[in-house]
């Protein structure tokens, strides 16, 4: 899926030690992401993951660029359908990748997030997945004066509160997607010019 | 602010160490609240935090129940002004308790809050500050068929994901504030009746 080309031995190891600290992550969160525990998680030495991601900070962002690219695919709806049908079914892709790999999702969106630092190229792949939801909203008809990067911006916030509201396990509504749907079709509402 | 009445000198060293463990979770995170760090900080041996709190479990309830009682004095905007202005009140003091107490605010609503426990006190508390939400909403004249508490729920899940995001540095507009505004402008038109 990653890589159409047939990959070096080089960046085959790499992938194999990326897979291994994924695997870290998912299981025991971002905390637990160190150089040990990964060469552990991948039966090699240390050392091999240190010349590869130099430390955890390295790792972390490594891992996030990939989370992002899982998460362009999962909100990826192609060609097909209206504005709105789109914009949902790029929206419910968004639950699907938080609810199916929470540790991923809150490496990209939570404090301590790689994206919170300018510098990092986590950042700027995080500005390019973003863009994929300012084109989806953006084909929307908004309300005159609304920008579709702020309009972007609010069905984002929309999306992130239900589904780590619902991972927290604290949502007030027994039925979690029904309320992931109310929170999106509010949002598409509200920011779109009323049809006389 | 808290108790009126006079507080017996019990009460009173409950609540000292309760302003220690709050010390300890604004300065630490919820991580660091233990029996034995609030001791510490209280300058009292574990004993007597112990006896009190039993754990931390214990301790980060209390905390929690705190936590509630301060985000309710938050939200409440009074009888005065419109149903509109009166949500919007609501949800700008919910955004300063977020900002002003980031730690308290992740521990009642992050992953491992007390509030997920359904048989713990925090919960009911917890619902019962969500009704404020619901009848802030509630007194919207809401779209036919809307019940109330799917529409707090929306309302809740774009103001947590604001807030989150602003917390977590990656929002992706440069006006927190801003940004605020437009997610719950939105959610508020997309909730309520179209007028005619």
Known sequence: MR???RRTASEQVSAALLDAAETVLDRDGAAAVTVRAVAREAGVAPMGVYNR???KDGLLAALALRAFDDLAAA???GPDGG?????RRACRGYRRFALS???RYTLIFAAGSPAADPASPV???GREVFAVLVALVGALTLRRGLDPVDAAQAMWNGQHGAVTLELAGVLQTPDAAASFEHT????IRGLQAVRP
């Open 3 to 5: 890589t159409p080309r």
């Open 53 to 55: 991601f130099s430390n």
């Open 75 to 77: 909100i990826d709806v």
């Open 83 to 87: 504005p709105v049908d789109r914009l």
């Open 101 to 103: 790999h929470p540790a």
């Open 123 to 125: 950042t700027v792949r």
């Open 184 to 187: 999106i079709d509010a949002l």
